[in-house]
Structures are given as C-alpha cells and as structure tokens.
Nanobody
Framework: VQLQASGGGLVQAGGSLRLSCAAS????????MGWYRQAPGKQRELVAT???????TYADSVKGRFTISRGNEKNTVYLQMNSLKPEDTAIYYC?????WGKGTLVTVSS
C-alpha cells in the first residue's frame, strides 16, 4: 500500500488546516486509517484514528479541536485541524495497514 498525504503548511495560532491522505495499491476497503505526528526531538505519537465503521479515537491533546473523517472515495482519510497551537507543529503522517506515508509538515506560528 502507498499513502500520499497532503495539506500541510504554515498557519498562525488559532488557524485551521485540513490534511488529506489517499491509499493506493490496495484492492479492499481498509479498516483502520490514522494520523500520527512527530515534533522535532520527540517520538512519533498518535493523533487520531478512524475505522471503516467510522469509530474514532483522538489523543487528549487534540480532542475538541481536530476531526478525523473518511472520504467518499475508498481509502481516503482527512484530518480537519482547528484552533491550532504552536505545540501542534510537527510532521504529520498517514498510517494504514502498518504502512506510512512520507508525511506533511504543519507549522503553527505564535
């Protein structure tokens, strides 16, 4: 499976961004897709996951600010990020079937 993430960028604190990820080279509907992030000098951490049945989990640090969703196209996932904080600055990675995309950089300025 190949994962292509996009949508990162530079935004001021309080702003919003929407990340997108599409999985290719897979011929079935993936059950769990998720977003992780890695800030400079820190370990990669879970941000959010969503199942094929639309059950979601969120890291406590993003609850109420981020929303994960599945797209109408098969094996796509989005992450709507609102009320961004400088501590959200990280490379965001899409994950599915134990595979990782290249990541997209999100930078939040104060």
């Amino acid at each position: 499976v190949q994962l292509q993430a996009s949508g990162g960028g530079l935004v001021q604190a309080g702003g919003s961004l929407r990340l997108s990820c599409a999985a290719s080279n897979v011929n079935f509907n993936i059950n769990v897709m998720g977003w992780y992030r890695q800030a400079p000098g820190k370990q990669r951490e879970l941000v959010a996951t969503i199942t094929r049945g639309l059950a979601t989990t969120y890291a406590d640090s993003v609850k109420g600010r981020f929303t994960i969703s599945r797209g109408n196209e098969k094996n796509t996932v989005y992450l709507q990020m609102n009320s961004l904080k400088p501590e959200d600055t990280a490379i965001y990675y899409c994950n599915a079937i134990n595979s990782w995309g290249k990541g997209t950089l999100v930078t939040v300025s104060s």
